[in-house]
């Protein structure tokens, strides 16, 4: 069963944006359970946390390489959730992951997030 589907990964120049898509067709529970998380794993690298954001949406959190240029939102009511990316840089050039914790948090470390999608590449030309 899929849990999870992203989606809006492209080639980009740099100082372009981007917005990616994650939706949750088949979780189990009601989609606004879940905390939702997007990690990003470049080639040779380990997989990064990028965004995190909690069930209602009420909190955010970035790490510090996509501050201020990302942001995350969902919409619990089509069972989804977004990456607006702006301004960017070469460095974000990754496979770009939805995942979900089940503790309906806004979590920051990969081993928080229980399920996980199939990625959606992301590259930015310089």
């Known amino acids: 069963q899929v849990h999870l589907v992203e989606s809006g990964g492209e080639m980009v120049q740099a100082g372009g944006s981007l917005r990616l898509s994650c939706a949750a067709p088949?979780?189990?529970?009601?989609?606004?359970?879940?905390?939702m998380g997007w990690f990003r794993q470049a080639p040779g690298r380990e997989r990064d946390f990028v965004a995190g954001?909690?069930?209602?949406?009420?909190?955010?959190y970035y790490a510090d390489a996509v501050k201020g240029r990302f942001t995350i939102s969902r919409d619990n009511a089509k069972n989804m959730v977004y990456l607006q990316m702006n301004n960017l840089i070469p460095e974000d050039t990754a496979v770009y992951y939805c995942?979900?914790?089940?503790?309906?948090?806004?979590?920051?470390?990969?081993?928080?997030?229980?399920?996980w999608g199939q990625g959606t590449q992301v590259t930015v030309s310089s």
């Open positions: 954001i909690n069930w209602i949406g009420g909190t955010t």
């Open positions: 995942a979900t914790n089940k503790f309906g948090l806004a979590a920051g470390l990969s081993r928080d997030y229980d399920r």
């Open positions: 088949g979780l189990g529970l009601p989609f606004s359970r879940y905390g």
